[in-house]
C-alpha cells in the first residue's frame, strides 16, 4: 500500500491529466478511479476563473485547487454543476472554501434534483459502503499476491470514501437559471445552456461561442452513457440542438477532449439503440430476447468505437443498462 498519511490514499486515488483546449481554456480528464471522477473545465477571465463540475469527492476537487493555485493567483468566482449526479457535484463545498465569494451555478431542474435526489443519494453511498467494505476485507482474507495487493489498496480507498462521505457538507448551487444564463467578461463570453432532457431532466451545457468549445457533461461522454436517470427517447433531440452550436471542441462529463465527429457516432448509437428496442419490443419479445438481439444489431458498429475505455466502462454491460431503461419506458 502506498500510503499511510491521512490524505495518501485519497490522493493517490483522484489523479488528473491537465491539458489546454483553447486559449485560457483547460480541461482536467479524470483518470480511471475506485470511485469514478468526472471532469472539469477550467475557463479563465481577465479578473477570475469558472470550472465546471467538481467530481465525487472534496478531495479530488482539492487537486484541481492545488492546480489552479500553481496556474494564476485569480480566484475561482464561478462553479457550474452540469447536472446533479454525485461524481459532478460533491467536491462543491472546497470551491467557497477556498475562493470565499464563488457562486455555484446550475438550472433550476437541476438544483431541484440535487435536493429531491441527491441528498437521498449520499444517504444510499452511506449505508451501503460498510458493506462494501466487508466484501472487500473478505476478499483480502481469501486472495494471494497480486490480486491480494489489488484488493488490500481498493479496500484503503474504500474506507477513506466512506470517511469522506461521511464527512460531506453538501454545497448546492447558489444561483439558479431557467433556459439560459450568459455571462459577458471581458475577454470572453460563457454561455450556460438547457438544449432538452437527455442524461438528465436538467442537462447543461457550457458553450464558449469565440472560442468554439462546447462542456457538455454527461449528455456526451467517451463511454457508454448512463441512462438510469435519462430520458433515451429525448436524447438524440437534445444532441441534434447541441449540433447546432458552432463548435469544434468538447469537453465531455468523462473521457478525453473530442469532436464533432464524436458527437456524430454517439448520437448514432443513442438513436439507433433506441429504435432497435421499439423495434423488437414491438414483437412482443421479453426484455432478456431484445437485449439479446438488439446487441447482436448494434455490436458490428458501435461495440469498437465505444470500447476505448472498454475495461474500466465495457460496452455490453452499458448497452444492457441502457436496453432495460428504454424497454421500461417504449413497452
Ligand atoms: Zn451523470
Same mark, same amino acid.
Given at each position: 500500500m502506498d500510503c499511510c498519511g491521512e490524505e495518501g490514499a485519497w490522493k493517490g486515488d483522484a489523479k488528473f491529466e491537465f491539458k489546454r483546449v483553447a486559449d485560457g481554456v483547460h480541461v482536467a480528464v479524470a483518470q480511471p478511479a475506485y470511485k469514478v471522477n468526472c471532469? /472539469? %473545465?477550467?475557463i479563465e477571465d481577465d479578473d477570475g476563473v469558472m470550472v465546471v463540475d467538481t467530481h465525487s469527492k472534496p478531495t479530488a476537487a482539492r487537486v484541481i485547487v492545488e492546480h489552479l493555485r500553481g496556474m494564476t493567483t485569480k480566484p475561482v468566482r464561478y462553479v457550474v454543476n452540469t447536472h446533479f449526479h454525485w461524481d459532478h457535484w460533491h467536491g462543491n463545498e472546497v470551491y467557497p472554501a477556498a475562493y470565499p465569494g464563488a457562486e455555484i451555478v446550475t438550472n433550476q431542474i437541476t438544483r431541484e $434534483?440535487?435536493?429531491m435526489k441527491g441528498f437521498k443519494r449520499i444517504g444510499d453511498h452511506r449505508r451501503q459502503m460498510p458493506a462494501d467494505i466487508a466484501t472487500l476485507e473478505a476478499g483480502v482474507a481469501a486472495a494471494r499476491g497480486d490480486q491480494r495487493a489489488k484488493l488490500e489498496r481498493e479496500l484503503a480507498l474504500a474506507r477513506a470514501y466512506l470517511a469522506e462521505v461521511n464527512a460531506l457538507k453538501p454545497a448546492l448551487p447558489t444561483? $439558479?437559471?431557467e433556459q439560459t444564463m450568459?455571462?459577458?467578461r471581458r475577454g470572453r463570453e460563457i454561455h450556460l445552456l438547457h438544449l432538452?432532457? $437527455?442524461h438528465t431532466a436538467g442537462d447543461v451545457f457550457v458553450y464558449l461561442p469565440k472560442e468554439?468549445?462546447?462542456i457538455t457533461g454527461d449528455a456526451l461522454i467517451g463511454w457508454t452513457p448512463f441512462m438510469g436517470d435519462g430520458y433515451p427517447e429525448d436524447w438524440a433531440g437534445t444532441l441534434d440542438r447541441l449540433a447546432q452550436l458552432d463548435f469544434t471542441h468538447v469537453i465531455m462529463g468523462h473521457g478525453d477532449v473530442a469532436d464533432r465527429d464524436w458527437l456524430k457516432v454517439f448520437r448514432g448509437y443513442v438513436s439507433d439503440m433506441v429504435a432497435a428496442v421499439r423495434e423488437e %419490443? $414491438? /414483437?412482443g419479445a421479453t426484455l432478456d430476447e431484445v437485449k439479446q438481439r438488439v446487441t447482436a444489431k448494434l455490436a458490428p458498429v458501435y461495440e469498437k468505437p465505444f470500447s476505448a475505455y472498454g475495461d474500466y466502462r465495457p460496452w455490453r454491460a452499458g448497452l444492457a443498462a441502457n436496453v432495460e431503461r428504454t424497454f421500461a419506458m417504449v413497452s
Open positions: 471532469n /472539469t %473545465a477550467i $434534483a440535487m435536493v444561483i $439558479a437559471f450568459k455571462l459577458y432538452g432532457r $437527455a468554439k468549445v462546447v %419490443a $414491438a /414483437t
